[in-house]
């Protein structure tokens, strides 16, 4: 395996693994402030859920981004393409706006969702402007997604 393919499938690694941890990490968070909640509120299950939800996106955004990487050296597809050691940095350059975002986007997520869920105990109706403030935590990650996306499509092989 060559240097170049090495470094490609590090760069994939860190897309779904550093956003993979961030996710869990905010799922974690929201997750235990969620069941307390129940404890005392069960009907509200579904409002509880979808807030304990929202920090895992990143970790979806993650593994698309590794999947691209991984399709554009054609690991799924029989033979890898032969990658130089540059162009294995640009793969590995290009995973690191979703792994970066991702990681820290989730964690601050979920400790809004958490609020969140907090505000959904004492004011269930508004549990959608628990929602709308998690989004825009999201909107970062989203740009990371997009300019990963952006960086590996740019990449010639």
């Known amino acids: 395996m060559s240097s170049g393919l090495v470094l490609a499938l590090l760069g994939a690694a860190l897309a779904v693994g550093l956003s993979g941890v961030g996710s869990s990490i905010g799922i974690g968070y929201v997750g235990q402030a969620s069941a307390g909640a129940m404890s005392e509120d069960p009907e509200n299950f579904g409002r509880y859920l979808i807030l304990t939800a929202l920090p895992g996106t990143q970790g979806i955004y993650g593994f698309i981004a590794a999947f691209l990487i991984i399709m554009k050296v054609n690991l799924l597809g029989g033979a890898p393409v032969k990658l130089t050691t540059p162009q294995g940095w640009s793969f590995l350059i290009s995973g690191l706006p979703i792994a970066i975002a991702g990681l820290i986007s989730a964690i601050h997520q979920g400790k809004v969702c958490t609020a969140g869920v907090g505000l ?24 990371g997604l997009l300019v990963t996306i952006f960086l590996v499509n740019g990449i010639s092989v």
């Open 120 to 143: 959904t105990v004492k004011r269930p109706a508004d549990s959608a402007k628990a929602m709308v403030l998690a989004v825009f935590v999201e909107f970062y990650a989203v740009l």
